[in-house]
């Protein structure tokens, strides 16, 4: 019985780890190597319904819309950049599961951390602030007679 649900388990979590591609057999090329530049691209394309899936790995229709797009400029002859080029140009930088590295992204990604950082210093600075005395307050020598004679009279009542 053990040996049949170490079986099970294995081959439910072999299952669960293969990719689910959604390229619909109508959509596939018949030439093999025009089928291997589209799948090389749209593997590169995020689902713009699912946003952490490339457009191979979606359902949805938009991304269904996308491999087809990819693919009828495939057989007209564009090449891949030309390709990634029109479906940026048309979507944005966001269409790409791996964006190029520009003075945008960098400050998208430098931002949280500059922000956290400044954060960081102006609390630490102000908890140093509270934690130190600003200065030590002695008491005049009429101030320090009055005290003496309230603790005097204190011991002196609980006596």
């Known amino acids: 019985?053990?040996?049949?649900?170490?079986?099970?388990?294995?081959?439910?979590?072999?299952?669960?780890?293969?990719?689910?591609?959604?390229?619909?057999?109508?959509?596939?090329?018949?030439?093999?190597?025009?089928?291997?530049?589209?799948?090389?691209?749209?593997?590169?394309?995020?689902?713009?319904?699912?946003?952490?899936?490339?457009?191979?790995?979606?359902?949805?229709?938009?991304?269904?819309?996308?491999?087809?797009?990819?693919?009828?400029?495939l057989v007209a002859g564009e090449s891949n950049e030309q390709i990634m080029d029109y479906v940026v140009g048309r979507y944005g930088e966001f269409v790409l599961l791996r964006p190029s590295f520009s003075m945008k992204n960098l400050v998208l990604w430098g931002t949280p951390v500059l922000v956290l950082l400044i954060g960081g210093i102006a609390a630490f600075s102000y908890s140093r602030r509270q934690a130190t005395p600003t200065g030590v307050l002695s008491l005049s020598a009429e101030e320090e007679a009055r005290l003496n004679k309230l603790l005097d009279e204190q011991d002196n009542s609980e006596q």
């Open 1 to 73: 019985m053990t040996s049949i649900r170490a079986f099970l388990f294995v081959f439910l979590t072999s299952i669960a780890c293969v990719p689910a591609l959604a390229v619909n057999p109508d959509e596939i090329l018949p030439d093999p190597a025009l089928e291997q530049r589209a799948r090389d691209i749209s593997a590169n394309l995020r689902c713009l319904v699912c946003q952490n899936q490339s457009i191979d790995d979606s359902d949805a229709q938009l991304a269904r819309d996308l491999r087809v797009l990819v693919r009828e400029r």
